[in-house]
């Protein structure tokens, strides 16, 4: 009796310590981030529940082409956290693993019902994600292209040019909390920011 | 002894049921709007933690004056709704009194950073919420504007515009989800409105 008990034990610390590693399949604790067998980030599918960060209209970015001037209405992007991720940051200024962004891209439109001027966000358009796990990602952060599917994405190519964008111009650890006041004044008020952006 | 802890339940029982009538300061459970003993909306702090709505820029509407051609940087409204009353719409298409949305203005810049096209969100500029409580207030909604103070706020007079438009031109119960596409979408799935704006 004794020795079943401590086999159920071991069985489960077992299965504790091994979930997550390598290429198994883990499932997500809360608003952990999902990888699929194949190392495939599953869709954050209640992203819209997490912490709102920011929206852009439009930003286009040095050695980039097009923005406003494009043959086509503007684009807002709406930039959500998970809530474990922002936590921790209002409360040591650094992102833990686990910690994910989400880019929500929406069409606008003007002129709709009682609106006369101005902008407000319409169909989605795209979603991209970012997340940081240190043993995952050699550069420390993976990003993830769903478009306007919700198919598991695979990891962007880190030749690409959102890896060496947010390692060199985001103000913080590969996020660009330049543009996002609230945590820019969380980082500011935590003393964790090198320079003022 | 046991006539000692009636007494105890009773005045647990007593504060409870008068927890929240007429005017009494009270407490609120969870994201609930708290009122002070003037009636007044204390302002809620941690909104930026409540379920983001959406955002719009520089919207302007008929028989209103200003919008994007005035002689400023045109303005970010990022709206925010309370999670308990979220929860409530998504599941029944209604919203449920103590529904509390705050609409967050905030000023806009562009061309900072490595940014060089399009528009980012910088400082607040005012914060405004319109609170559901069907026995508190006479339409049914009481608005309030707190601008950058976080002082409690009291109920904008109902001859205001905001009551009427509201009334008159919000595709669902004074709450314009015409212009949030995600609420639309769970009001079309619920069959709750009854005309597509």
């Given at each position: 009796m004794e020795r079943t008990v401590k086999l159920a034990w071991a069985a489960f610390f077992l299965a504790l310590t091994t979930?997550?590693?390598?290429t198994q399949a883990a499932p997500a604790a809360g608003d952990a981030p999902a990888f699929d067998e194949d190392g495939r980030l599953r869709f954050?599918?209640?992203?819209?529940e997490w912490v709102y960060v920011s929206s852009g209209l439009d930003m286009t970015y040095e050695g980039e082409e097009g923005g406003a001037n494009q043959d086509r209405p503007p684009m807002f992007t709406n930039v959500f956290v998970n809530p474990a991720g922002y936590r921790a940051f209002m409360e040591t200024g650094a992102w833990p693993n686990g910690t994910t962004f989400v880019l929500e891209v929406r069409e606008s439109a003007s002129e709709g019902s009682i609106n006369k001027d101005g902008r407000f966000q319409t169909g989605l358009a795209a979603i991209e994600a970012e997340v940081k796990d240190q043993a995952r990602f050699p550069k420390g952060w993976g990003f993830f292209a769903f478009g306007r599917d919700t198919e598991p994405a695979e990891a962007i190519?880190?030749?690409?040019d959102c890896y060496s964008c947010h390692s060199e111009h985001a103000a913080l650890d590969h996020t660009f909390i330049q543009f996002y006041p609230t945590l820019l004044d969380a980082a500011r008020k935590k003393g964790v920011l090198a320079d003022a952006p």
């Open positions: 979930a997550g590693c390598g954050p599918a209640d992203y819209r190519a880190t030749t690409q």
